[in-house]
């Protein structure tokens, strides 16, 4: 029988990023400090580059402001010279930018630095700046009619910034591939006429993955409207008769800071007595991923307040939420456009869009982090299932054949073929006898806790003996294209 050799190609191990999201102790409630945009003010991530550290931080601030002046000049302007910009407002990138911190450092003193920032930049000193120099800009008079218009901006701005680092172009620029792969081939069958060939191949997490698990997070925390941590405490055990056990967990959030200047923290109480989510991970289809829901949901139901019990309303009530006609307005979403209280636990104004980020969860242990992460646009959410599905579930190989007469065969293109389901729909239920409701919706990424993670995706080939006498070579090439993404998200 002939003998096929096997080139092994292994991903290369790219780029890493710094550990930037925070963790506690598995009794200590960790509380996420993120930069929050006021009235008049803008906020904006941003990278910068140079060939050290403070150069990389300084572009990254000018590009900060440079962004801001654009949000701000209105449309039909055009700045003839254009260095009243560049000269007059960059060179005072430190006196229009409030406050700002790096959220991931990349690169060293021989091939330069790539430093990400998230930055506070005060839009309204923007405007006065640019008047100044005879720029017209645009900005929202008072009443109603502007927070709408407010609002809407907002959502749109926030799409913008998801895609700027979770979209197809963004995952394009970035160098780091999160597993190694391994060919496996089986020996070959004889069947007839014909040849079998069964090939496996293995997806090993490699370091990168960590690396860029902590990337995600420490943006995301930034990108996204409000976060909430939630930290396993303790089991319930209410003596209430009907009342069920339930999970304590804390809630920790910033609240203001003291008189020394440090954060003032404030810590929440939420029970869930109830998590049903998936253990198992399979390979799906690409359309599956993209475009359908995948083998279902991650559910958490919360208790809620219920008339009967006391202890319930004494601790919960405060997570009720009454919805006002401006709150349905400022919305427009049918799904609770009838509704006039809902339960929430986040600290502003609400809405329904969530992802959910699930850690150090095992068949032994509670579900210890819950992090909840809103959005005020629904559109965020589906860039950011699309780039956890291409970054941690797609297989970025391709099987390639040699023949005797020069011709190179793809008979396997691993994006098109294999996924491994990594996100699950969210489902939010609430044990309540009143009449609110748990309305957030969106998706869960379950952080998996075996490690390495790895999965495989087999396949068959069948050669004439024509064929089969031709290969000489059967190699495993690692790639990085997004074309599958980009199909897929556009639908």
């Not at 406050?99 to 005060?122: P, Q």
């Not at 210890?368 to 299932?385: A, D, H, P």
């Not at 044990?431 to 957030?440: A, I, K, N, W």
């Not at 003996?465 to 290969?471: D, G, L, T, V």
């Amino acid at each position: 029988m002939k003998r096929i050799t096997l080139t092994l190609v292994v991903a290369l191990a790219l780029g890493t990023f710094p550990l930037s999201a925070q963790r506690g102790g598995d009794d200590d409630a960790v509380a996420i400090e993120t930069l929050v945009a006021g009235e008049g003010e803008n906020k904006i991530i941003t990278t910068g580059y140079g060939m050290t550290h403070e150069e990389a931080e300084q572009d990254a601030l000018r590009n900060a402001v440079s962004e801001a002046v654009g949000s701000v000049v209105s449309s039909s302007t055009t700045i003839v010279n254009d260095e009243i910009v560049t000269d007059e407002i960059l060179s005072l990138s430190h006196g229009f930018v409030k406050a700002h911190k790096a959220i991931s450092v990349n690169g060293d003193a021989n091939n330069g630095f790539e430093v990400t920032i998230v930055a506070i930049v005060t839009r309204s000193q923007l405007i006065e700046t640019l008047a100044t120099q005879g720029v017209k800009v645009e900005y929202n008079a008072g009443g109603i009619f502007a927070k709408y218009n407010e609002w809407d901006r907002l959502k749109q701005d926030e799409l913008a910034m998801v895609n700027k680092f979770f979209g197809p172009e963004a995952i394009e620029k970035r160098s780091s591939n999160v597993y190694n792969y391994e060919l496996r081939i089986g020996e070959p069958l004889r069947q007839g006429e014909k040849y079998k060939v069964s090939l496996d191949i293995i997806a090993t997490e490699n370091a990168n993955y960590q690396a860029e698990f902590d990337y995600f997070k420490a943006v995301l925390a930034e990108l996204c409207y409000e976060v909430a941590p939630l930290t396993y405490l303790m089991p319930t055990i209410h003596l209430q008769e009907g009342l069920p056990e339930a999970m304590r967990y804390t809630l920790k959030y910033p609240n203001g800071v003291n008189r020394k200047g440090r954060t003032k923290f404030k810590t929440h109480l939420l029970d869930i007595y109830e998590v049903d989510a998936p253990r198992e991970r399979n390979t799906i289809s690409p359309v599956m991923a993209y475009r359908g829901n995948g083998r279902g949901a991650f559910t958490a139901r919360f208790l809620g307040t219920h008339e009967s019990y006391a202890s319930t309303l004494l601790l919960y009530n405060k997570y009720n939420k009454p919805l006002t006609t401006q709150d349905l307005s400022r919305l427009n979403y049918s799904r609770i456009s009838r509704e006039c209280e809902v339960f929430d636990f986040f600290q502003r104004s609400y809405t329904p869009f969530v992802f959910v980020l699930v850690e150090e969860a095992n068949a032994l242990t509670p579900y210890r982090r819950i992090t909840f992460y809103k959005f005020i646009n629904q559109e965020s959410l589906g860039v950011v299932r699309n780039y956890l599905y291409w970054m941690f579930g797609e297989m970025h190989c391709n099987i390639v054949m040699d023949c005797t007469d020069g011709e190179r065969v793809y008979p396997f293109e691993g994006n098109d073929k294999c996924v491994l389901d990594v996100v699950d729909r969210f489902n939010g239920k609430l044990y309540s006898g009143c009449t609110s409701q748990m309305l957030y919706e969106g998706y869960t990424f379950m952080r998996p806790t075996y490690s390495p993670v790895v999965f495989s995706q087999g396949c068959t080939f069948t050669f004439t003996p024509e064929r089969f006498s031709a290969i000489r070579n059967i190699e495993l090439v690692p790639h990085r294209s997004v074309d599958n993404l980009k199909k897929n998200a556009q639908h």
